[in-house]
């Protein structure tokens, strides 16, 4: 540290800068640090939002699909044991793997 530079403490500095006009310099200087990470956390805010909006879009559809495909007994299971339980889960998933690649080919 040179000669002419002194050290002032942080409660002079803002007792400072509440003095100045809001049109200040550096008031306005040393506010707009402030304002760009105010605006990088509203930009990734942003982004990850449409990306959580597009992941709840394509599970509304598989949703809606699943129920298209599975009309039978109102959408459940009238089982008595798990296992066949699972027959029918996995037969309704292999007719909407059968359809899902069936519109791939035809279009």
């Known amino acids: 540290m040179s000669p002419t530079q002194k050290q002032v403490a942080a409660y002079t500095v803002l007792k400072r800068l509440n003095s100045y006009s809001q049109y200040h310099p550096l008031y306005l200087a040393l506010r707009e640090p402030g304002r760009a990470v ?20 394509r599970l509304e559809s598989t949703h809606t699909f699943a129920r298209a495909v599975f009309y039978g007994q109102n959408g459940q299971f009238r089982y008595a044991d798990k296992e066949e339980q699972q027959l029918a889960d996995a037969c309704k998933r292999l007719v909407q793997n059968v359809l899902v690649r069936w519109n791939c080919l035809n279009t």
Not at 38 to 57: G, N, S, W
Request: proline share 0%; aromatic share 10%.
């Open 38 to 57: 105010r605006t990088e956390f509203l930009l990734r805010y942003m982004v990850a939002q449409a990306c959580i909006d597009d992941q709840l879009d």
